[in-house]
């Protein structure tokens, strides 16, 4: 009996100690699993690390391309220009917004005509935050075209637009004007105009006869149309409203360009809006039955006489200024861009030039810091801690 109990307890001290061995392997099976897992982990995150850090110089052009199609997406996305063309009356404007018009479609744009109530050049200021916060607001890239004055957007908090411009000669823009309104244009050939009855008298008979549409007075409207909307701009002779003119040309304006000088102010164009805006405008303004819009039907030379009358107002000097500074301007914006190309204006020939032909940049980035390799040991040390 002794020796019967005796062997039953030793039968269940084996069992126990069966059992603990059996958890003791598993456990260590475990712990040996647990284990290969993590060295296989720091394996995988040493793999991973030398790819980002550019030891694998094909996974390294991946990142980079990848990066770049993220970055040329969000260029993509900022480059929906506003463009605002504030027309000056009778200095080539519709030929100019007809080539909007023609390439609005294929360069994806919008035109929209800004139709100031009464003719009038002169907005409320109430009219003029609700014209800049429309035209800030909706669907861009746009490009809006009007008779009024500039609008100043960042008086009003929002950023400036691109603002473009054309200037004509003053005194063959007026006399242009004065035809305009007796004998129309080729545009509207049928279209009576409000002078038609006094169709007769030429430019000339009217200075001489001191008559109200052909006063010097009538010359100011480049100055204050590029001046603004305040009280003074519209003041014939003001010289502050000339210096504010001149300012914006500088600071405010994207490009003013001139008249006899269409083409090439197409040319810069393309190359100053961005998003592809006025991609081929040039080209197309060159080969287009639009090119030249708006001829007026019937003008009658004017006399030297008249000429020098003009010529001895402060206004015609002002106004001639203002051109003669924006002709300057232009002609070195455009030299310099086009540094073996003549812009015409001395009277050289012309070469016919395209975008496509444009040199490389004449600048380049230099001693950039942090080096490459200085930024790869600073992943590298990011890692390890």
Not at 79 to 88: A, F, G, S, T
Not at 96 to 108: E, G, M, Q
Not at 117 to 126: A, E, M, Q, W
Not at 308 to 334: C, G
Request: charged share 20%.
């Amino acid at each position: 009996m002794f020796f019967r109990v005796r062997h039953q307890k030793m039968v269940h001290v084996y069992l126990v100690v069966l059992v603990i061995l059996g958890m003791l392997v598993v456990l260590g099976a475990m712990i040996a699993y647990h284990a290969l897992l993590r060295e296989q982990n720091f394996q995988i995150e040493a793999a991973v690390a030398k790819l980002v850090n550019g030891n694998s110089k094909y996974q390294h052009f991946d990142s980079s391309a990848s990066q770049y199609r993220q970055n040329s997406v969000m260029i993509l996305e900022e480059q929906k220009p506003l463009v605002i063309y504030n027309r000056v009356p009778k200095t080539g404007s519709t030929s100019f917004v007809n080539v909007a018009y023609d390439l609005h479609s294929h360069n994806a744009f919008r035109v929209l005509h800004v139709n100031v109530t009464g003719n009038s050049h002169l907005l409320s200021i109430y009219d003029q935050y609700r014209f800049v916060d429309n035209t800030t607001r909706w669907t861009r890239p746009a490009f809006y075209h009007g008779h009024f004055a500039y609008i100043d957007f960042e008086k009003y908090g929002y950023k400036r637009p691109y603002y473009v411009q054309l200037l004509r000669k003053p005194l063959d823009r007026l006399v242009s004007y004065y035809y305009f309104l007796r004998y129309g244009d080729d545009y509207r050939p049928h279209l009576v105009r409000k002078k038609h009855m006094d169709s007769s008298t030429t430019f000339d008979e009217c200075v001489e006869r001191g008559g109200s549409d052909c006063q010097a007075n009538l010359l100011w409207l480049q100055i204050p149309f590029l001046c603004g909307q305040s009280a003074d701009c519209w003041i014939p002779g003001s010289e502050w409203a000339l210096q504010q003119a001149k300012r914006n040309v500088l600071e405010k304006y994207t490009l003013v360009g001139i008249t006899e000088q269409m083409g090439e102010y197409l040319q810069m164009l393309e190359l100053v809006i961005p998003g592809g805006m006025f991609r081929n405008a040039s080209e197309h303004f060159k080969h287009s039955s639009k090119s030249h819009l708006r001829k007026t039907a019937k003008k009658y030379p004017v006399s030297r006489k008249t000429i020098q009358k003009f010529h001895e107002s402060t206004v015609w000097q002002m106004e001639n200024e203002l051109y003669a500074f924006v002709t300057r301007e232009f002609a070195f914006a455009y030299a310099k861009q086009f540094p073996n190309v003549s812009s015409g204006l001395a009277g050289t020939k012309k070469k016919n030039v395209k975008i496509s032909d444009l040199s490389p940049p004449n600048f380049r980035y230099e001693k950039i810091y942090p080096k490459p390799s200085q930024q790869k040991k600073k992943k590298s040390t990011a890692h390890v801690q």
